[in-house]
Nanobody
């Protein structure tokens, strides 16, 4: 059974950092391009970052480029999103997505507020 489980969300002050993790099971993470998306209240889900199968290539939304870093550890079947210099507008539920199997995690809430 394919499963993606996000973790690492929480409440952080503006300027702070968080590291999200996405643990995959039921398929081999290294076989899939992976992405992080986010969905703010009342808004559509949008693409945040993407990483190729072996991490050689990455791509970011303009709104997070230079602040966020996507990475993967294929040996641990886990993907990460390091988020620095967080802003209130980064508040959203963050989801991981595996393009190979079309699966989504349940999401993890990130709230940036003072």
């Amino acid at each position: 059974q394919v499963q993606l489980v996000e973790s690492g969300g929480g409440l952080v002050q503006p300027g702070g950092s968080l590291r999200l993790a996405c643990a995959a099971s039921g398929f081999t993470l290294s076989d899939s391009v992976m992405s992080w998306y986010r969905q703010a209240p009342g808004k559509e889900r949008v693409l945040v970052a993407t990483i190729t199968t072996f991490g050689v290539g990455t791509n970011y939304a303009d709104s997070v480029r230079g602040r966020f870093a996507i990475s993967r550890d294929n040996a641990k079947n886990t993907m990460y999103l390091q988020m620095n210099s967080l802003k209130p507008e980064d508040t959203a539920v963050y989801f991981c997505h595996a393009w190979l199997v079309g699966s989504w995690g349940q999401g993890t809430q990130v709230t940036v507020s003072s």
